[in-house]
């Protein structure tokens, strides 16, 4: 007879929520938390009319967002973002520190969400085939599909 | 995962109501550590000069309960708490990640979501889906002085189209009941793969033998396998070949509420 049987502590009933999330952002997800707070930075563009301008930021796995780089470039008002962005909190993740990329629409003294957003990825060559040293992976990668990479 | 488990082999003995009631989230620390070989080569052309490798990790994951599916399947979060190259000691890539295992109650893996964040250079968690056999094997119903096979595929997809599929049979035995309600399982199999990356042709073949100890108390206890394996990727420049073997154990260290 199979000495086999549940505990009463696994027996009781299970709690369906709150389930424990895997803590990887996607673009949807930051994009989200973005436009909720678009409004702690817009102190940062109130001497302008209009204007676009492409925001990069670094999101680190507490969830801090750092490092602010405006293109078309411009030190004060960057150096005021990176100020402002202490107001902005993103969820904590899992990941390396995220390189995120949004637009930033500065309309009518106020700035208006905007869909582009998008994550920096990591290159992953080569796959299931463990090699240590990633240039060496990557020439494998490229000499497998017939296309050896230049030194 | 580990409760999925638990709850296949359970079914030989347990009364049907019980086997109703759910599982409760408890949060289950274990002691990993993992040991592989890798031996490289070229074929059809492909010229490779690489030696011998290895890898060499050790430390703390968790597993907790994750969300419940509505097709009935059910998640588990394996966290990599704590992780360090044993060679060196320095923490690994996989430190601080997860990835979600989705599991029909049968034990069949249905998905593994996260294993993007886990592969490549550095980390490589793409050749570390023998954790879910260490984890998550599919204990067939066991009774006294029997043997039973059992049948279990699996995706390995790191992101669409850069995937494959493992098909794994294995023969388990009831071992010896090593301590009152301490029960010992072996299992020993052939697993192959089949899939594709961008295009290039991915295959494995290889062989498995495991043993599970687990308690009435605590659940599995611990779970050691070796898997050695083939793993080939053909494409227009030829075929690189990898021996792969791998030792693992993972040894449960305690639970508790999350």
């Given at each position: 007879m199979m000495l086999w049987l549940l505990t009463p502590a696994l027996a009781a009933p299970v709690e369906l929520d709150p389930a424990p999330p895997l803590l990887y952002l996607d673009p949807a997800t930051l994009r989200q938390h973005l436009h909720a707070q678009l409004g702690a930075l817009e102190t940062c563009f109130a001497d302008l009319t209009d204007a676009d301008f492409t925001l990069g930021l670094t999101l680190g796995r507490d969830g801090v967002a750092t490092e602010p780089i405006l293109t078309p470039a411009d030190p004060g008002r960057q150096a005021c973002l990176a100020s402002a962005l202490a107001e902005l909190s993103f969820p904590p993740h899992h990941e390396d520190p995220l390189q995120i990329e949004s637009i930033l629409v500065w309309r009518a003294g106020r700035l208006v969400p905007h869909p582009h957003l998008t994550v920096a990825t990591r290159p992953v060559d080569l796959l299931f085939i463990h090699v240590s040293d990633p240039d060496v992976a990557s020439a494998l990668w490229a000499s497998l599909q017939g296309t050896p990479a230049e030194d | 995962m580990m409760t999925t488990w638990l709850w296949v082999w359970a079914c030989a003995t347990l009364p049907q109501q019980r086997l109703q009631q759910p599982l409760a989230p408890l949060d289950l620390g274990y002691d990993l550590t993992l040991e592989a070989q890798f031996s490289t080569r070229g074929e059809d052309g492909l010229q490779v000069d690489l030696g011998p490798e290895t890898l060499a990790l050790q430390g703390r994951v968790t597993l907790s309960q994750g969300p419940r599916y509505r097709d009935g399947s059910l998640g588990t979060v394996l966290r990599f708490d704590t992780l360090v190259d044993g060679a060196t000691g320095e923490p690994h890539g996989l430190a601080g990640r997860a990835i979600e295992l989705r599991a029909f109650e049968s034990g069949e893996v249905l998905e593994v979501r996260g294993l993007e964040h886990l592969a490549g250079a550095g980390r490589h968690g793409d050749v570390l889906d023998v954790l879910i056999p260490l984890f998550s094997p599919k204990v067939p119903e066991l009774g006294r002085q029997e043997e039973a096979v059992s049948t279990t595929s699996y995706p390995v997809t790191v992101v669409e189209g850069r995937g494959h599929r493992v098909d794994l049979v294995a023969r388990w035995t009831l071992g010896p009941?090593?301590?009152?309600g301490i029960q010992a399982v072996h299992y020993e199999g052939q697993l192959k793969c089949k899939g594709s990356d961008l295009g290039i042709r991915v295959s494995c073949a290889g062989a498995v033998e495991g043993d599970l100890v687990g308690s009435?108390?605590?659940?599995?206890a611990r779970s050691a396998l070796r898997l050695s394996r083939t793993v080939a990727l053909q494409g227009p420049g030829g075929t690189l070949v990898q021996e792969q073997v791998f030792d693992a154990e993972a040894v449960l260290v305690g639970a508790s509420s999350p």
């Open positions: - | 009941e090593v301590a009152r009435r108390q605590d659940g599995l």
